[in-house]
């Protein structure tokens, strides 16, 4: 069976930093794009930010460039992602996602992030 675990959420003042990993089993990870998702109370889940199957590429929405890094490790079946200078807004439920253009998409249960004093 197909398993995203995401992990490395909590909770943070603003300004902090944490790392949010996901551990991939049950699908060939070397050739899924992968990203990272956040849903708000109240809002639609909105993209964070995504990599290429093999790490070459990467993209973020525009509130987290600058602070925020995901990368992946193909030898271990994982994707992280390195969030700074955290700020109150970045308070969500963060998803792993995992997409192939011929194959279903598989999400994560996710973690909860929140940046409070």
């Known amino acids: 069976q197909v398993q995203l675990v995401e992990s490395g959420g909590g909770l943070v003042q603003p300004g902090g930093s944490l790392r949010l990993s996901c551990a991939a089993s049950?699908?060939?990870?070397?050739?899924?794009?992968m990203g990272w998702y956040r849903q708000a109370p109240g809002k639609q889940r909105e993209l964070v930010a995504t990599?290429?199957?093999?790490?070459?590429?990467?993209n973020y929405a525009d509130f987290v460039k600058g602070r925020f890094t995901i990368s992946r490790d193909n030898t271990k079946n994982t994707v992280h992602l390195q969030m700074n200078s955290l700020k109150p807004d970045d308070t969500a439920v963060y998803y792993c996602?995992?997409?192939?253009?011929?194959?279903?998409?598989?999400w994560g249960q996710g973690t909860q992030v929140t940046v409070s004093s």
């Open positions: 996602n995992a997409a192939h253009w011929r194959r279903a998409d598989y």
């Open positions: 049950g699908i060939i990870f070397s050739i899924y794009s």
């Open positions: 990599i290429t199957s093999g790490g070459g590429n990467t």
